[in-house]
């Protein structure tokens, strides 16, 4: 499976039964459905879709997160998985969604999908824009912090690498040896 990083697709329409087509790069497997996903919701207003391969490989990290020692940690464990439900697509690739994850999302006709690291996160246009542009100043500014300290370190490792070789030059012209 592609999938690229950070990849935002147009808006989607939400059918009248909730229903949306899943884009084709997010399906697994061969080239005709139906396809397997889970889908679920955690703390941001929107919904999460993994491949199987993906849930798998994120339920495999909680619980190296979370010890089974610990009564609080394995329900924390048990609120996050126990939101996720398997879903399966139709012959089209098209995944209807239960009433109570439209309402949990807040969606409407359109959904916007963003595509990322280890899901598809499936979003109310509208709340997505909003949370996208409120979070650009501060990523802005935090960007150019790291460009900053990124400056910074070559900088100096610039000035090592000159007072290295004309330390070493001199040494050179001066017949000394180590």
């Known amino acids: 499976m592609l999938l690229t990083v950070g990849c935002r697709s147009q808006p989607l329409s939400l059918d009248a039964k909730r229903r949306f087509m899943v ?4 399906r ?3 080239h005709e459905g139906p396809w397997r996903f ?4 955690e703390k941001d207003p929107c919904l999460y879709l993994h491949t199987e391969r993906q849930h798998r490989r ?3 990290r909680l619980r190296r997160l979370f010890s089974d020692q610990n009564a609080d940690e394995r329900d924390a464990l048990r609120a996050i998985v126990g939101s996720y439900a398997k879903v399966t697509t139709d012959q089209a690739g098209r995944l209807t969604l239960a009433q109570q994850l439209v309402e949990v999302a807040s969606l409407e006709k ?5 595509a ?3 899901r598809m996160e499936i979003w109310n246009p509208a709340t997505f824009e909003e949370r996208r542009e409120s ?3 501060t990523v802005w500014m935090r960007l150019d912090e790291l460009r900053l300290e990124h400056s910074d370190e070559l900088v100096a490792a610039l000035a090592n690498t000159i007072s290295g070789r004309s330390s ?7 017949g000394t040896t180590e």
């Open 110 to 114: 359109e959904v916007t999908i963003v």
């Open 38 to 41: 889970y889908i679920g919701h």
């Open 168 to 174: 070493s030059d001199q040494r050179e012209g001066d």
């Open 28 to 30: 697994e497997g061969g």
């Open 58 to 60: 994120y339920v495999e």
């Open 23 to 26: 884009p084709v790069s997010f």
């Open 135 to 137: 979070t650009l100043e």
């Open 116 to 118: 990322g690291l280890d």
